[in-house]
Structure formats: C-alpha cells, structure tokens
C-alpha cells in the first residue's frame, strides 16, 4: 500500500467518524425535524393560552368561538381544549418525542403521545406536569 492511498483512507475515516459523531451528539436530521415539530406544538399551545389569557370574559366552552387558533404542524387538527371550571381548563396535544424543549420552557415538558397541561385562566405557565388525557380527551 502506497502512502497516498493510505492517508486518503485515513482522511476518509475521520470524515465518516466526525459524521457519526455530530449525529450522535445532535441526532439524525429526521430526529431534529420531530423534535422541531413539537417546539411548534408547544408553542401553538402557548399562543392559545396568551390568547385565552387576555380575554376579559370568562373561559370559553369550546375554542371553535375564537378562530383562527394555530392547528398541529403535521395533521392540522386542532389541539384539544377542556374546560374544567370558570377558571381551570386543559390543553392537549399529541407529541411526537419526551423532549424537553429547552429550559426557559422547562414547564412544558410533555411525554411522547398525547398530553394534556392544565392551566389557570390568567397564567401563562401550565400547573404542574403534563399528564396523559382520558381516553375520550385525547381524540
């Protein structure tokens, strides 16, 4: 073996173990595309909150009085919205991965498959963890 023919192989090696190791630390781009769709989710859910939260009047029943509201990036269907009470409902949305979406959203943590945060009428921030809906929430 010449020595042309081995530092071209040993370049090639470096540049396919860098690869590996940026995928390895970033993930693959499928999987950097599927946590970006549900930082979208998670701030589709937030704008729905900041708009509930300035409204004067009480919760809505539902959410269809308040078109347009920001639908799921991947089906278009809208997120679930619960009320509980005058001032408690629930958003829920299906999530894709268990990502965290960075630590200034840490109160959005979600698992992957549907999740629901619970929220008071004028925070901005979810009460407490994410859960899994009921069955019939989650549709």
Same mark, same amino acid.
């Given at each position: 073996?010449?020595?042309?023919? #081995? ?104 698992? #992957? ?27």
């Amino acid at each position: 073996m010449n020595v042309q023919r #081995a530092i071209t192989i040993a370049t090639v090696a470096v540049v396919a173990g860098g690869v590996a190791a940026g995928f390895a630390a970033i993930g693959s781009p499928a999987r950097t595309r599927t946590v970006a769709l549900d930082r979208h989710r998670v701030d589709d859910l937030a704008a729905i909150v900041t708009r509930l939260r300035e409204r004067d009047a009480s919760l809505p029943a539902s959410l269809s009085d308040n078109p347009p509201l920001p639908r799921d990036p991947v089906t278009n269907k809208s997120y679930v919205y619960v009320k509980e009470s005058a001032t408690t409902y629930r958003l829920c949305a299906t999530f894709a991965t268990a990502e965290a979406p960075d630590a200034s959203l840490a109160s959005w943590h979600h698992p #992957a498959g549907p999740a629901c945060f619970r929220f008071s009428q004028h925070d901005f921030a979810p009460d407490g963890a994410a859960f899994r809906p009921p069955a019939a929430a989650a549709r």
